[in-house]
């Protein structure tokens, strides 16, 4: 089930949604990110590690999407962290009373009997500006930026000069925007964090889809910067994820659909707004 991508860090990757669970091996047992999305697939995981005689010592998850906040018990009772932000947002989620219920209608109709909602967003939120994950293994640096999702950060494993970069530059989806004030602009500062990294790496593993490796890595960091000024540029992409998806990945780019048409009723909103302002101050509309 489990695939080494580096020294001591090793991948599972879900069959639906190509989910990259991470296991980073540490002095006393593993360090898990993103777990995965059904029971059957932890319940494997958790028999592999329990082989390999790894047990699980922290969990991380790099934001607060449904996919990324899921736990086991096969999996044990050890810290699931997170950032300040994922963490705030996660119990908000939990706050409401009918949490289960809405949850369990947005998940895909294939695994919905099978996803393990038990546990579901128990994140331990680490104070803000934390800069390394606390345990016992090799260094990782927290990254956070506000691309994406709330509290979203990526992991840097220097000694092993991976990357997790959460859900972006991926070769399946294309760079999905938060729900926020500027979510372009936002998404461009951690497009930016991570490109900041870019030389300390060689393995990239994203939220979803294959890993990159060495120029691969600076590819996708174009490819994603390119994508999201065409969007913000109200330009036709020509991105391959959305032009020529892989197969059976044809849906996702009703996403690129989506996100452009709500860009687009942005810029005319906010072009109304101007208008109004100009009329109602004698300012010429920029």
């Not at 992409?237 to 709500?262: L, M, T, Y």
Request: hydrophobic letters at 40%; proline letters at 6%.
């Amino acid at each position: 089930m489990l695939k080494q991508v580096a020294e001591g860090v090793l991948i599972h990757q879900s069959e639906l949604l190509e989910n990259n669970t991470v296991v980073v091996r540490g002095r006393d047992g593993v360090l898990l990110v993103d777990v995965g999305i059904t029971g059957a697939e932890m319940t494997c995981l958790a028999n592999d590690l329990r082989e390999l005689g790894q047990p699980v010592v922290a969990g991380f998850s790099t934001h607060p999407d449904w996919d990324h906040v899921l736990w086991h018990a096969e999996l044990g009772e050890a810290p699931r962290y997170g950032t300040a932000r994922c963490a705030a947002f996660m119990r908000d989620v939990l706050s409401n009373a009918d949490w289960k219920a809405t949850v369990a209608e947005g998940l895909p109709p294939e695994i919905a009997e099978d996803t393990p909602l038990t546990s579901y967003g128990l994140i331990t939120g680490l104070p803000a500006g934390t800069a390394l994950l606390p345990w016992d293994g090799p260094t990782v640096r927290i990254i956070e930026h506000p691309a994406h999702a709330p509290g979203h950060a990526a992991l840097l494993i220097e000694e092993r000069r991976v990357l997790i970069a959460g859900d972006m530059l991926s070769d399946v989806f294309v760079p999905m925007f938060d729900d926020t004030d500027n979510p372009v602009e936002d998404y461009l500062v951690g497009l930016g964090e991570l490109a900041a990294v870019a030389d300390d790496i060689d393995v990239l593993i994203p939220g979803h889809g294959s890993v990159a490796r060495d120029e691969e890595i600076r590819a996708r960091i174009k490819l994603d910067r390119a994508y999201v000024e065409d969007l913000r540029d109200a330009q036709v992409s020509s991105d391959p994820r959305v032009v020529s998806p892989k197969p059976g990945w044809e849906w996702a780019s009703d996403i690129h659909e989506g996100q452009a048409r709500s860009l687009a009723r942005g810029s005319e909103r906010e072009g109304t707004l101007d208008e109004r302002s100009a009329s109602a101050t004698g300012r010429p509309c920029e």
